[in-house]
């Protein structure tokens, strides 16, 4: 399957994977016939892409990370715990989501060699708790490259599910308005740190986490400006899950950006805004090229992506759209210079 921007969708396509709100409720399932109905319905809620089904293109099952069931169901209890906190003033306590942690761990420790290859669908409404989901397991899968104790990645999952629990005391006009905010919405926006201090301070290491996830190793973050040693894996773990997410994720006023995009801002950032061995753990779990990716070669062949090998990021396997030779870029003597936009990756796939 491959994900295919709204405005692209045409009846006849086929959904490629289930798409849920925070609520958990099924908006679009998988294998439904998209219709010109269905198109107006999504374009009206704001989602901005769907994964489907091509046939044509040979694409192979890519497998999530995360069952839809975890994740959806990790999403649900982050709403459910943010919210209630929000609305009552009280802290969340540790029990409360300490198993959906565990849940998640447990699953990510079996699928370890699998690197993040999907983009999660989300409203706009909704990327609170999608974005403190993805968030969450990428910082788990770097803590697991790294070789964390069980113990250890509870913490940091317990940390990295709810490093954004302080933006729920933060308007949505604010957090959800299109465009650069203004210097006073800015600052209203950085005192999200002080606030996960306040919805978290029952879960002492989720709360230092939800203080010091914009904290960067070259003391130029925030609130405090912690710099060096003085600032813990944990934290920057999670820092680099928030930064790529939130880069990647498509948002109904701009499109995600791709996530070579977003690799290659972590990966000059080491040893600057994040520990130069954090940065490594995290990159190799994530794809730099996803399945279904269409990307020009360094000899002009334009090519889809089939599957990144685990620890090779920058090198997926590829097939040319052209004469559908398979070219695993591992080991050939290629490389891929640039990621077509949708505008003309489309056409392309429509003439096939």
Do not use: W
């Amino acid at each position: 399957m491959r994900r295919v921007s709204t405005e692209f969708l045409t009846p006849g396509m086929v959904v490629g994977r289930s798409i849920f709100n925070s609520r958990g409720q099924v908006l679009l399932r998988e294998s439904t016939l998209v219709t010109e109905r269905y198109i107006e319905r999504l374009t009206l809620l704001g989602v901005p892409c769907v994964y489907v089904k091509d046939d044509r293109l040979q694409l192979p099952i890519v497998i999530d990370v995360l069952s839809d069931a975890t994740r959806v169901t990790a999403m649900v209890k982050v709403r459910n715990l943010l919210e209630n906190a929000g609305d009552s003033g009280l802290a969340i306590k540790p029990g409360e989501a300490s198993a959906t942690v565990h849940n998640m761990v447990d699953e990510l420790l079996r699928h370890r060699n699998t690197v993040v290859n999907l983009t999660d669908i989300r409203l706009d409404d909704d990327y609170l708790f999608a974005h403190s989901v993805n968030s969450c397991v990428m910082a788990l899968l770097a803590g697991i490259s790294l070789g964390f104790t069980r113990e250890r990645l509870q913490l940091l999952g317990l940390g990295a599910l709810f490093h954004d629990a302080g933006k729920i005391l933060v308007p949505k006009a604010i957090l959800n308005k299109p465009g650069t905010l203004s210097p006073q919405e800015m600052e209203i926006v950085r005192q999200h740190p002080e606030h996960g201090m306040k919805v978290l301070r029952n879960i002492p290491v989720a709360r230092d986490i939800a203080y010091r996830h914009h904290e960067r190793y070259d003391g130029t973050g925030y609130p405090r400006g912690i710099k060096g040693t003085a600032l813990d894996e944990l934290s920057q773990l999670t820092g680099m899950a928030d930064v790529f997410d939130a880069l990647t994720a498509n948002r109904q006023y701009r499109p995600g950006h791709p996530h070579r995009e977003a690799y290659e801002y972590l990966a000059a950032g080491g040893n600057i805004h994040f520990e130069m061995h954090l940065v490594a753990a995290f990159l190799k779990n994530v794809a730099a090229y996803p399945c279904g990716e269409i990307v020009e070669l360094s000899d002009k062949t334009i090519a889809i992506v089939l599957e990144t090998p685990h620890g090779f990021p920058l090198h997926p396997t590829v097939r040319a759209l052209s004469t559908g030779r398979v070219i695993a870029l591992s080991a050939a003597q290629l490389n891929i210079s640039r990621v077509l936009l949708a505008k003309e990756s489309e056409p392309l796939i429509k003439a096939l």
